[in-house]
């Protein structure tokens, strides 16, 4: 996976990109 990701173990087939607080909190709200 390329940089770090939200994901506890790498390698685990799901690759989250990180996300800025303010996109999550867009995101929670819609």
């Known amino acids: ?3 770090h ?6 390698g685990d087939g799901i690759f989250i990109p990180p ?3 303010e996109l999550m909190q867009a995101v929670a709200k819609t």
């Open 19 to 21: 996300v800025p607080t």
């Open 5 to 10: 990701s939200l994901s506890a173990e790498p």
């Open 1 to 3: 996976a390329l940089g």
